[in-house]
């Protein structure tokens, strides 16, 4: 799943011209309000307790698979002749929805409630510019990299605290 975010993105970046082809792009302080930023300082993350850590990685892997669907849907009318980007887009978001539902297993074995689903997405400004929409698909795609890798490292601390 992590070689494949960094595969997700650099398609995307392809696909949306300049300034998004440009070599070295990229834009860390564009965020969107509707998708939690994975980046946290050590300091915190550290203190978290496992059911905060694996609280933020579900609601994280909620709101992107309603955003991944958004860009897809997005890159469908930029990029219609685009099946490589948009086969990409539709697997991320399979693979978020899969994550998703291991991680409610795992919860739900440690005796933690899952979040519930929510709309994250909220109402989505359908009047969004071309260069708007291929912000919010560059953010998205961008964010789920960093969130795959947030939730391994969770995982990999639990695996280290709960051995099988």
């Known amino acids: ?9 650099q398609t995307y970046l392809q696909y949306q ?3 998004f082809s440009d070599p070295g792009f990229s834009a860390p302080e564009l965020q ?3 998708l939690p930023p994975a980046a946290v300082s050590f300091k915190i993350w550290h203190a978290m307790d496992d059911a905060e850590r694996l609280n933020r990685v579900q609601e994280a892997f909620l709101a992107l698979t309603q955003h991944l669907q958004l860009v897809g849907d997005d890159q469908s009318d930029l990029n219609p002749g685009s099946p490589i ?4 887009l539709g697997a991320a978001r399979l693979r978020a929805q899969g994550l998703m539902g291991n991680m409610a297993a795992i919860m739900t074995a440690l005796g933690l409630p ?5 709309d994250t997405l909220g109402l989505v400004p359908f009047g969004a510019s071309t260069f708007e929409r291929k912000c919010r698909g560059y953010i998205v795609t961008r964010e789920y ?5 947030r939730a391994v490292r969770d ?3 639990l695996k280290a605290k709960y051995p099988a």
């Open 155 to 157: 995982l990999a601390l």
């Open 114 to 118: 899952i979040p519930p689903e929510e």
């Open 145 to 149: 990299g960093h969130w795959t890798d």
């Open 17 to 19: 011209g300049s300034p």
């Open 85 to 88: 980007l948009l086969t990409q």
């Open 32 to 34: 969107l309000s509707s």
């Open 1 to 9: 799943m992590q070689k494949n975010t960094s595969t997700l993105l």
